[in-house]
C-alpha cells in the first residue's frame, strides 16, 4: 500500500517559519521509522512506499527558502515533489497536491502544525479498518505563555484530550487529515476563497450525507500554534464568524440564516466558552487571579465572530 503526504505550505505566512521546519523535522523522524516498520506489521505495508508532495504558492515562500528547509530537516532526502501553485491558496494548495498524489491513503498536512512523535503511526493504524475512509486528528494549543493560555480558553481549540481511541465524529479539521484515494477523487475539497476554517466542516457534511462516515483519531495528535499576535487573534476571531455565517448561506436552512439564529449561535459559544474557562483553567494552569481576563477575551472574541455573521448576513441582502 503507498502512502501520499501531501504539505501546503500557505500557512507559513501566518506562523513562526521555526515552526515549519520543526514540523518537517518531526515528519522525517516519523517517515524513516515508518520506512523501519517490521515486516509482520500494518505499517511495513507501507515501507519504500511513501510519497511527499508540497504544494506552495512562489508569492508567499521562494524555492530557495523551501528548499533550505528541506536540507535542514533532511526531508529532502526522501525527495519530495514540490508543486509551483500559481495564484492557489490553502484549499487549492491541498488540491493540486492530490492531483500529483499516487498513493490509495492521501494525509494532508499543515506547515503550521507539530505532529507529537506516534502522530503518524497511530493515524495510519486506523486506517487498518477498511471501514475507515475518512480520518481526522487532534489539533491542540500548548498552554507554553499567558497568551497561549488565554487563546486555549477564550478560542475554538479543545484542551488536550485524554482518550485515544478511534470514534465517529461529524467535523474535521484540514490540518491533518486521512482520506483514502477512492473516497477522494470523488469528494474534494472546495477551493472558495471567501471561506477558510468551515470548508472542512462542508467537506464533512458532504461526506456524511453521502453515506460515507467520518472518524476522529485521538491518538493522532498535533500542536498547533497560537495566532503570532492580537492583530490576527481579532482577524482570526472575526472571520470564523463570516465562514460559519458563509457556510450557513451556502447549506444551511432559511432559520440558520436568521438573525434570530446568529444570536442565538452567540449566546451559545459564550456559554460553551465560560463553561470551557471554569473547567479547563486548572489543567492549563492558568492563576485564579486572571479568569475575569479569560471571561473578557472569551466574550471579546465571540463578538468579533458575531459582528462577522452579520456583515455578510447584511451584505447578501
Given at each position: 500500500?503507498?502512502?501520499?503526504?501531501?504539505?501546503?505550505?500557505?500557512?507559513?505566512?501566518?506562523?513562526?517559519?521555526?515552526?515549519?521546519?520543526?514540523?518537517?523535522?518531526?515528519?522525517?523522524?516519523?517517515?524513516?521509522?515508518?520506512?523501519?516498520?517490521?515486516?509482520?506489521?500494518?505499517?511495513?505495508?507501507?515501507?519504500?512506499?511513501?510519497?511527499?508532495?508540497?504544494?506552495?504558492?512562489?508569492?508567499?515562500?521562494?524555492?530557495?527558502?523551501?528548499?533550505?528547509?528541506?536540507?535542514?530537516?533532511?526531508?529532502?532526502?526522501?525527495?519530495?515533489?514540490?508543486?509551483?501553485?500559481?495564484?492557489?491558496?490553502?484549499?487549492?494548495?491541498?488540491?493540486?497536491?492530490?492531483?500529483?498524489?499516487?498513493?490509495?491513503?492521501?494525509?494532508?498536512?499543515?506547515?503550521?502544525?507539530?505532529?507529537?512523535?506516534?502522530?503518524?503511526?497511530?493515524?495510519?493504524?486506523?486506517?487498518?479498518?477498511?471501514?475507515?475512509?475518512?480520518?481526522?486528528?487532534?489539533?491542540?494549543?500548548?498552554?507554553?505563555?499567558?497568551?497561549?493560555?488565554?487563546?486555549?480558553?477564550?478560542?475554538?481549540?479543545?484542551?488536550?484530550?485524554?482518550?485515544?481511541?478511534?470514534?465517529?465524529?461529524?467535523?474535521?479539521?484540514?490540518?491533518?487529515?486521512?482520506?483514502?484515494?477512492?473516497?477522494?477523487?470523488?469528494?474534494?475539497?472546495?477551493?472558495?476563497?471567501?471561506?477558510?476554517?468551515?470548508?472542512?466542516?462542508?467537506?464533512?457534511?458532504?461526506?456524511?450525507?453521502?453515506?460515507?462516515?467520518?472518524?476522529?483519531?485521538?491518538?493522532?495528535?498535533?500542536?498547533?500554534?497560537?495566532?503570532?499576535?492580537?492583530?490576527?487573534?481579532?482577524?482570526f476571531a472575526y472571520l470564523s464568524g463570516c465562514d460559519s455565517q458563509l457556510r450557513r448561506e451556502q447549506i444551511g436552512n432559511k432559520f440558520d440564516r436568521s438573525i434570530l439564529a446568529i444570536l442565538a449561535r452567540f449566546i451559545?459559544?459564550?456559554?460553551?466558552?465560560?463553561?470551557?474557562?471554569?473547567?479547563?483553567?486548572?489543567?492549563?494552569?492558568?492563576?485564579?487571579?486572571?479568569?475575569?481576563?479569560?471571561?473578557?477575551?472569551?466574550?471579546?472574541?465571540?463578538?468579533?465572530?458575531?459582528?462577522?455573521?452579520?456583515?455578510?448576513?447584511?451584505?447578501?441582502?
Amino acid at each position: 500500500m503507498k502512502l501520499s503526504l501531501i504539505i501546503e505550505m500557505e500557512n507559513l505566512r501566518d506562523c513562526n517559519s521555526v515552526r515549519s521546519l520543526e514540523m518537517m523535522k518531526q515528519l522525517y523522524r516519523q517517515l524513516r521509522e515508518l520506512n523501519e516498520a517490521p515486516a509482520t506489521d500494518f505499517l511495513a505495508t507501507f515501507r519504500q512506499r511513501i510519497e511527499v508532495i508540497i504544494a506552495y504558492n512562489p508569492q508567499l515562500i521562494g524555492e530557495d527558502e523551501l528548499n533550505n528547509f528541506l536540507v535542514e530537516s533532511r526531508l529532502a532526502e526522501l525527495q519530495p515533489l514540490c508543486l509551483v501553485c500559481e495564484g492557489c491558496g490553502y484549499y487549492g494548495l491541498k488540491n493540486k497536491g492530490a492531483e500529483q498524489a499516487s498513493g490509495e491513503i492521501f494525509i494532508f498536512l499543515d506547515s503550521d502544525v507539530i505532529p507529537e512523535s506516534d502522530w503518524l503511526n497511530n493515524l495510519l493504524l486506523a486506517f487498518e479498518d477498511e471501514k475507515k475512509s475518512v480520518i481526522g486528528c487532534v489539533s491542540y494549543v500548548e498552554p507554553n505563555t499567558l497568551y497561549d493560555k488565554l487563546f486555549i480558553l477564550s478560542g475554538f481549540f479543545p484542551l488536550k484530550p485524554d482518550e485515544r481511541s478511534t470514534i465517529k465524529t461529524n467535523r474535521l479539521h484540514a490540518n491533518s487529515l486521512g482520506v483514502r484515494k477512492r473516497v477522494y477523487r470523488h469528494y474534494q475539497f472546495q477551493a472558495d476563497g471567501r471561506m477558510r476554517r468551515d470548508q472542512c466542516v462542508i467537506y464533512a457534511e458532504t461526506l456524511i450525507k453521502n453515506g460515507i462516515p467520518v472518524y476522529l483519531c485521538r491518538s493522532a495528535r498535533l500542536k498547533h500554534p497560537s495566532p503570532l499576535d492580537y492583530k490576527r487573534l481579532i482577524r482570526f476571531a472575526y472571520l470564523s464568524g463570516c465562514d460559519s455565517q458563509l457556510r450557513r448561506e451556502q447549506i444551511g436552512n432559511k432559520f440558520d440564516r436568521s438573525i434570530l439564529a446568529i444570536l442565538a449561535r452567540f449566546i451559545y459559544r459564550l456559554f460553551r466558552t465560560y463553561r470551557k474557562i471554569l473547567y479547563g483553567f486548572r489543567q492549563i494552569r492558568l492563576p485564579i487571579i486572571l479568569l475575569p481576563l479569560s471571561f473578557l477575551q472569551g466574550t471579546c472574541y465571540y463578538l468579533l465572530a458575531f459582528f462577522g455573521e452579520l456583515r455578510v448576513k447584511f451584505s447578501r441582502q
